[in-house]
């Protein structure tokens, strides 16, 4: 007589095999929970809408805690549940600053609901080992000094958020050295954190340069600006071409866009067209130079080693 084996009960504790569908389950799920807070945001309380979002967060964050560690990172349906969460959080947070009297939409509201994701994700990035929690960490850690120095000292022009975006890019490289050798997946995060810091200083003087000028386009962006956007975009290509990573290069190539961008509008040769010229023209002349022949291997003279046949 035969004894069937018992059931596995998993209860919140996704089981390795099954997680592809609860990932392909996540997804929906999250869309549908943002898309009933959109809808119902004039019909529902604030505090009901947050309880919600809060609960399909919950139940979101708990599946991808519970869920096996079976290696060094999570594995991609880990990664999906807590990138489901994230956004569903997001909106819950936000309900829940609307709840409290806070106004939607200012910065008031808006740096301490980034400033509680970030901790969460970087939290979340350390304790699960999860490199899209460290780029969603940094991301709204950046988002949330932005929110909250608009809010503290309510800045007239732009020039703020570039400061702040460039300490955020040498904070980032940093952390991108220190983390190469030995968490190479969260270095990789960081160097794509560093992309979005410099895209929004890209992004912010083409936005003034094209599209708030008036009918008038001039550069917004002195050279020292420029000087940023091309060295974090050459060195994100180059650190995306040497370690084979696809995110960084993307980003990097994003910047030198944005810097491209930015520097149309002086109608001059002088200085930046004239020195990138000479630089790609004398990088490849290096590259092209002859070269004297390497001298021969020390062992050059020696017999070659016999050959030997494996038995059958």
Same mark, same amino acid.
């Given at each position: 007589?035969s004894?069937?084996?018992?059931?596995?009960?998993p209860?919140?504790?996704?089981?390795?095999?099954?997680?592809?569908?609860?990932?392909?389950?996540?997804?929906? #799920?999250a869309?549908?929970?943002? #898309?009933?807070?959109?809808?119902? +945001?004039? =019909?529902w $309380?604030?505090?009901?809408? *947050?309880?919600?979002?809060?609960?399909v967060a *919950? #139940?979101?964050?708990?599946?991808?805690?519970?869920?096996?560690?079976? &290696?060094?990172? $999570?594995?991609?349906?880990?990664?999906?549940l807590?990138?489901? *969460? /994230?956004?569903?959080?997001? /909106?819950?947070?936000?309900?829940?600053?609307h709840?409290?009297?806070?106004? $939607?939409? +200012?910065?008031g509201?808006?740096?301490w609901? @980034?400033a509680?994701?970030?901790? @969460?994700?970087?939290?979340l990035?350390r *304790?699960r080992n999860?490199?899209?929690?460290?780029?969603l960490?940094?991301?709204?850690?950046?988002?949330?000094?932005l929110?909250?120095?608009?809010?503290v /000292?309510k800045?007239?022009?732009?020039?703020f958020a570039?400061?702040?975006?460039l300490?955020?890019?040498?904070?980032? &490289?940093?952390?991108?050295?220190?983390?190469?050798?030995?968490?190479?997946?969260?270095?990789v995060?960081?160097?794509?954190?560093? &992309?979005?810091?410099?895209?929004?200083?890209?992004v912010?003087?083409a936005?003034?340069?094209?599209?708030?000028s008036?009918?008038t386009?001039? @550069?917004?962006?002195?050279?020292?600006w420029?000087?940023?956007?091309?060295?974090?975009?050459?060195?994100?290509?180059?650190?995306?071409?040497?370690?084979?990573e696809?995110?960084?290069?993307?980003?990097g190539?994003?910047v030198?866009?944005?810097f491209?961008?930015?520097?149309?509008?002086?109608?001059?040769l002088?200085w930046?067209?004239?020195?990138?010229?000479?630089l790609g023209t004398?990088?490849? =002349?290096?590259?092209?130079?002859?070269?004297?022949p390497?001298p021969?291997?020390?062992?050059?003279?020696?017999?070659?080693?016999?050959?030997r046949?494996?038995?059958?």
């Open positions: 007589m004894v069937d084996p018992p059931r596995v009960r209860g919140l504790r996704p089981l390795p095999f099954r997680g592809d569908l609860i990932a392909a389950g996540a997804i929906p #799920l869309v549908g929970a943002v #898309l009933v807070d959109l809808r119902m +945001t004039d =019909a $309380p604030s505090g009901i809408l *947050a309880a919600f979002l809060g609960v *919950a #139940l979101l964050l708990v599946l991808a805690w519970r869920a096996p560690v079976e &290696g060094k990172a $999570p594995r991609a349906y880990v990664s999906v807590l990138i489901s *969460a /994230f956004a569903v959080l997001a /909106f819950a947070l936000m309900e829940l600053a709840a409290l009297g806070g106004t $939607p939409g +200012t910065s509201s808006e740096w609901v @980034a509680a994701l970030a901790a @969460a994700y970087i939290a990035a *304790a999860s490199a899209i929690c460290a780029l960490g940094a991301v709204t850690a950046l988002v949330a000094v929110e909250a120095w608009q809010w /000292f800045p007239h022009d732009t020039t570039y400061w702040v975006c300490t955020a890019i040498a904070g980032l &490289g940093l952390g991108v050295v220190v983390l190469r050798d030995h968490r190479r997946a969260h270095a995060a960081l160097a794509d954190a560093a &992309g979005v810091a410099a895209v929004v200083i890209g912010l003087a936005l003034e340069t094209y599209w708030l008036e009918g386009v001039e @550069a917004t962006l002195d050279w020292g420029l000087l940023v956007l091309l060295l974090t975009g050459l060195a994100l290509v180059g650190y995306g071409a040497v370690d084979r696809r995110g960084p290069a993307w980003f190539a994003a030198l866009g944005l491209v961008l930015d520097a149309a509008p002086h109608h001059s002088l930046w067209p004239i020195l990138l010229l000479l004398a990088a490849i =002349a290096a590259g092209l130079r002859p070269t004297t390497t021969p291997s020390p062992d050059i003279d020696d017999e070659p080693a016999e050959e046949r494996f038995s059958r």
